[in-house]
Nanobody, 118 residues
Framework: QVQLVESGGGLVQPGGSLALSCAAS????????MGWYRQPPGKQRELVAI?????????NYADSVKGRFTISRDNAKNTVYLQMNSLKPEDTAVYYC??????????WGQGTQVTVSS
């Protein structure tokens, strides 16, 4: 059974930084994509950033976070990281880790709250 365990998150002032991590456990194929989605209060879940497991890792970011957030991975640990800099109040959301495995499907973490407020 695949499980995703997230850590990080919390309260930070505007302009500050936070780091999230997500470790995947269980058995799954080596061809996959991991990433982060978020759900702001009263809004739908949206993509933040994703990275593939192959090569150096192809990344994709939401326009709203480009230049501020950086996604990275450690394949040996099945872990994905999200470094968030220059945080804005509009980044406030529950952040969810996602693992999408080719031929198997999608798995979600339990979510972690990120609040950007002074």
């Amino acid at each position: 059974q695949v499980q995703l365990v997230e850590s990080g998150g919390g309260l930070v002032q505007p302009g500050g930084s936070l780091a999230l991590s997500c470790a995947a456990s269980g058995s799954f194929a080596s061809l996959y994509r991991m990433g982060w989605y978020r759900q702001p209060p009263g809004k739908q879940r949206e993509l933040v950033a994703i990275i593939t497991s192959t090569g150096t890792g192809t990344t994709n970011y939401a326009d709203s976070v480009k230049g501020r957030f950086t996604i990275s991975r450690d394949n040996a640990k099945n872990t994905v990281y999200l470094q968030m800099n220059s945080l804005k109040p509009e980044d406030t959301a529950v952040y969810y880790c996602n693992l999408w495995v080719v031929g198997t499907g999608s798995y979600w973490g339990q979510g972690t709250q990120v609040t950007v407020s002074s």
